[in-house]
């Protein structure tokens, strides 16, 4: 009896320690998307890469467009290579990347080493959730991938954080932005170490590997004996099928057909909704607002605390409630807000000091519905929504629609705002958010996506 308390014990604690490491992804992809948010108003400065609005998109979107070809491309890598290898390659190419942008001279060297830490970005932000789901029994699935998302959110802070501490202390000196940049480096080289010691995905294992070694690695993480058996079972389903399934088949089969679709609207979602307006230009929606620099800084340090604290409370409720109804009331709040900061931005009757505060309010507001129940429900859903026979090509289109939508909003934002105004930006948002309600209530429907998992 005592014995098998330990070995318990140990178990979880191995599926606890990987599980945290692979989150360091997810940590990643969430500092290097948010540290260019500080860093941009000083590497804008004339006395160093002196961007126009235009250039500052071509600068922030160089990293997204990489992530697209990342994400694309990870499923593959991950099914030939394995999930291990590929995730501690991505460590390396990252801490090597974030140095090449660190001492960029001008904007076409920056912009090309932002696109090669963008394509490690974007494997990270496709191979964790799919990872994590692996190598979790089905009781610690929900709460592992949520993980990630976490990590995102928190990644995001500590960029916002370090960006405000060093602008505040070495604001004077404008090639701080260098040393902003560089710090992603630390997660990076952290990430690469740890991975040495990680398993290899268990399911992985059982196409490419022995049974014997997915069967000890099974067991390592704490897989019940019942579990183990059943995946075996699928494993020999799965080694008589393509292990690369094409396109033509996908669209000779409404069931497939049904969930690639589903998987393409979580992952527009998840970008159109708006977050990355903030995330990569909050310092300068809120200079744009009337706030000062400093103010701007410590304001996303605000809306990053606020956002991390939504999020451990938001996948708290996916684990109680339907995602479909979740995303919806998450998508309703953030058509309310960006509503509220249009009216707030129109209105005649307010000093310019109240709208600065209303203005950061409803941003916080926003923040803490997209990042706290919106996107930790989309992650979810895209390690959920596919079987595991399609789950690494499927998540990496998704995954690669996600960036690349990122990429072109990134890149018309500036110019969006020059042409139409802060408010005028709200307003586009406001609808794009009720247009991913209709995806949500058309293409999330989990009655239909069970019926499709059933008899594809």
Known sequence: MHKRKVTQTINNTFLSYTSYVISLGGFLFGYDTGVVNGALSFISKPDQLNLSADLQGLVTASLVFGCTFGALFSGKLADKYGRKLLLHSIAVVFTLA?????????????????????????????????????????????????????????????????????????????????????????????????????????????????????????????????????????????????????????????????????????????????????????????????????????????????????ILLGTKLTAKYSHQHILIAGLSGNVLFMIGLNLVMNSKSLTQNQVNLIVLLLLTCFLATQQGIVSPTTWLLLAELFPPVVKSIFMSWATAVMWLTNFVISLIFPGLVAFYGTQGVFAIFAGTNIFCIVLALILVNPKIVQSAWQNF
Not at 155 to 171: D, E, H, I, R, S
Not at 263 to 270: P, T
Not at 278 to 296: F, H, I, N, P, R
Request: one cysteine or more; a positive charge; hydrophobic letters at 50%.
């Open 98 to 310: 974030t140095i090449g942008c660190a001492i960029s001279n001008n904007i076409v060297i920056l912009s090309i080493f932002r696109f090669i830490l963008g394509l490690s970005v974007g494997c990270a932000s496709s191979l964790a959730p799919v990872y994590l789901n692996e190598i979790s029994p089905d009781r610690y699935k929900s709460q592992n991938v949520n993980k990630n998302a976490v990590a995102i959110v928190i990644g995001q802070l500590c960029a916002f954080t370090v960006n405000a501490l060093l602008g505040t202390f070495w604001g004077q000196w404008h090639p701080i932005w260098r040393i902003m940049i560089l710090m992603a480096g630390v997660p990076a080289l952290i990430l690469w170490l740890l991975s040495f010691n990680l398993p290899q995905s268990p399911f992985w294992q059982l196409i490419h590997s022995t049974k014997e070694k997915a069967r000890q690695t099974f067991h390592r993480l704490g897989f019940p004996k019942l579990d183990i058996k059943e995946a075996i079972l699928a494993s020999k389903k799965e080694q008589g099928q393509p292990q690369q399934i094409k396109f033509r088949v996908i669209f000779h089969n409404k069931y497939l057909l049904y969930l690639f679709w589903a998987g393409i609207a979580v992952a527009l979602i998840q970008q159109i909704s708006g977050v990355n307006i903030v995330m990569y230009y909050g310092s300068t929606l809120l200079q744009k607002v009337g706030m000062g620099a400093k103010a701007a800084l410590y304001g996303n340090v605000l809306i990053g605390l606020v956002s991390s604290a939504a």
